[in-house]
């Protein structure tokens, strides 16, 4: 036998970036809808927090209907997601195939803002990442080109650092 059913996106529950979402599938091999409304260029992260784990572990698919679907992945942190047209975004929690009994979950959807704060050569700088998926920005300028070396004062492996010019580079 087989099981189905059609999802009205437009009947998505409505949330708001930066709203905790505690729930559950039940049945375990469900879907449920959340929409969300976001400016063009906007940053986010989907935060999962809590839930089942392993097998049972749903799966999140962030969809806009201009190109699709933005994440396809299971049920961890998203990543750095760019929105890149404003309008609803909608959030699926699709559980696992076979699975009946309930799978509580828990997610957030972050806005990620970061914005430039200014660095002189030479200056320390001591910060603190604020969450996760954010990061510290700065810019400098120079009167001239330049040969510049990153001097990592942390004691800390999991930090990521780039540098990108007027160009992208």
């Known amino acids: 036998p087989i099981s189905f059913r059609l ?11 930066d709203q905790r979402v505690d729930s559950e599938l039940s049945p375990g091999n469900g ?4 929409a ?41 942190d998203s990543g750095i997601v760019r929105l890149a047209q404003g309008g609803t975004y909608v959030l699926m929690v699709e559980g696992v195939p076979g699975r009946t009994t309930p799978v509580p979950y828990s997610f ?10 200014a660095l002189a050569l030479g200056q320390t700088v001591t910060a603190a990442i604020d969450s996760k998926g954010s990061a510290r920005r ?17 004691n800390t492996s999991d930090l990521a650092w780039s540098l990108s010019g007027p160009n992208g580079f």
Do not use: N, W
């Open 7 to 17: 999802l009205d996106l437009a009947a998505a529950a409505a949330i708001t970036l």
């Open 31 to 34: 879907t449920q809808l959340y």
């Open 138 to 154: 700065y810019a400098f300028s120079l009167a001239q080109d330049a040969r510049l070396f990153l001097d990592s004062l942390s």
């Open 108 to 117: 957030r959807v972050t806005r990620v803002a970061d914005p430039a704060t």
């Open 36 to 76: 969300f409304q976001a400016q063009g260029g906007e940053r986010i992260l989907i935060d999962a927090l809590g839930g089942t784990s392993g097998a049972a572990r749903p799966v999140l698919k962030l969809y806009e209907r201009a190109t699709g679907f933005l994440v396809d992945s299971d049920f961890s």
